[in-house]
């Protein structure tokens, strides 16, 4: 018996070369819609030129235009520069695709004219919205006084890198959709990829997008001084991973952005005022008329100190004093003004006080002691330890 043939799998189907008589008469059929239709090829090229021509001085204008902004952050300059992107393929395409449908092109030539069309707009797209986009984060993080640039340069090419990625890899998706093929498989693989490098890194991304908002929502800036936990430091740089800080006794602190953020943080500098307060106590043998005229004194001492005078007034009964309370402000967010007001107003008020003969109270005490026969008679009256000796013998 013949063994039958084992059938193979099907292997691609892969279009048949065209034959020489296919090829001549496709030749013969692009000829003759030449020759029929030469004047408007003609005038369809001489449309496409001008075109061209027009969309090309418009992007060098652009150029132009965004090159001579002092302030290449404007938005202004961002969308000159965006335009000034605009690459000479995707003019090419635009000026072809205007006026194919003029010259009535066989549907072949149309077919092509418009996939090519669709490439070029989908990444010039990508190009101007990746242009937008590092525009306007480079325009909401810039500060006047630079604080942060140096950050935002080490951030912007980290940042440029991601935003292209992205972007490019959307219109790749998309080219490849209009070209018919299934990218379902593709988008989820991306994404299932996407996770698995954000978990891998969520540390390093997690500090990065830190040091990013400190950039753009400015909590603090470089050169300020801030408070956190039980810390008060100056800045003095703000990486992409960390921050460093110079406390108040010298010490260089390192600290994660992401560390940072998470405390509650004070700023001092942005201060437009500081409060004073000081405790005033007085003696007991004070009179009232004299205790009366305290807020008064102080009052004026505070507004020849230049200070903002809020209050003062009677707090308490001490242990050793009758107690006043002063509240003033300084108008000032620097903390060697603040300093030296409060050292003014503090020796003031030491002169003014002792020139009206007020005295300060410091802790003290009085002792009693009981005579023999159980009375108090301490702190003695005039020869009172003497009587009370003799009364006791006698009794």
């Known amino acids: 018996m013949t063994k039958a ?5 099907p292997g691609p ?32 090229a001489g449309v496409g030129t001008a075109i061209y021509l027009a969309l090309a001085f418009l992007q060098r204008h652009a150029r132009l235009y965004a090159e001579r902004q002092v302030d290449r952050l404007s938005v202004a300059a961002i969308i000159a520069r965006t335009l000034s992107k605009t690459k000479q393929y995707f003019l090419i395409m635009v000026a072809v695709r205007l006026v194919v449908g003029f010259s009535e092109a066989p549907a072949g030539i149309v077919q092509v004219v418009s996939f090519l069309f669709t490439i070029a707009s989908v990444f010039q797209t990508a190009i101007w919205a990746r242009e937008i986009i590092l525009g306007m984060i480079e325009r909401r993080a810039t500060v006047s006084d630079d604080a942060g640039s140096e950050t935002l340069a080490n951030a912007m090419s980290l940042i440029r890198l991601l935003v292209t990625v992205v972007l490019f890899a959307i219109a790749a998706i998309m080219v490849l959709d209009n070209l018919g093929v299934n990218v379902t498989g593709l988008i989820a693989g991306l994404g299932i990829g996407g996770i698995a490098i954000g978990l891998a890194a969520q540390g390093i991304f997690s500090d990065l ?9 400015k909590p603090f800036r470089r050169g300020e001084t801030i408070g ?36 509650q943080i004070i700023n001092y500098t942005r201060l437009n005022r500081r409060r004073t307060r000081y405790m005033i106590g007085l003696v007991y043998q004070t009179p009232p008329d004299r205790a009366r005229q305290v807020p008064n004194m102080v009052r004026e001492i505070v507004e020849q100190a230049n200070a903002v005078f809020v209050r003062c ?9 009758i107690d006043f309370e002063l ?19 503090g020796l003031a008020i030491l002169e003014r006080f002792n020139a009206e003969g007020l005295e300060f109270a410091y802790p003290t005490q009085t002792t009693f002691t009981a005579a023999p026969d159980g009375k108090m008679v ?11 000796v003799e009364d006791h013998r006698k009794g």
């Open 313 to 321: 007034g009677f707090v308490g009964f001490g242990a050793s004093s």
């Open 228 to 263: 956190f936990d039980t810390t008060t430091a100056t800045v003095e740089k703000i990486g992409l991973k960390s921050a460093r800080l110079r406390s108040v006794t010298g010490e260089e602190i390192i600290i994660s952005n992401t560390n940072l953020l998470s405390k």
């Open 5 to 9: 043939p084992t059938p193979t799998e």
């Open 378 to 388: 301490l702190p003695y009256p005039e020869g009172g330890f003497a009587v009370a």
């Open 13 to 44: 189907i892969l279009p048949e070369p065209l034959t020489a008589a296919e090829v001549e008469q496709r030749l013969n059929g692009l000829w003759a819609w030449i020759s029929a239709h030469a004047v408007e090829i003609a005038i369809a």
């Open 209 to 217: 997008f830190a040091a990013l908002s400190i950039i753009f929502d």
């Open 327 to 345: 509240d003033f402000d300084v108008m000032s967010s620097e903390f060697d003004v603040v300093f030296e007001t409060r050292h003014r107003v």
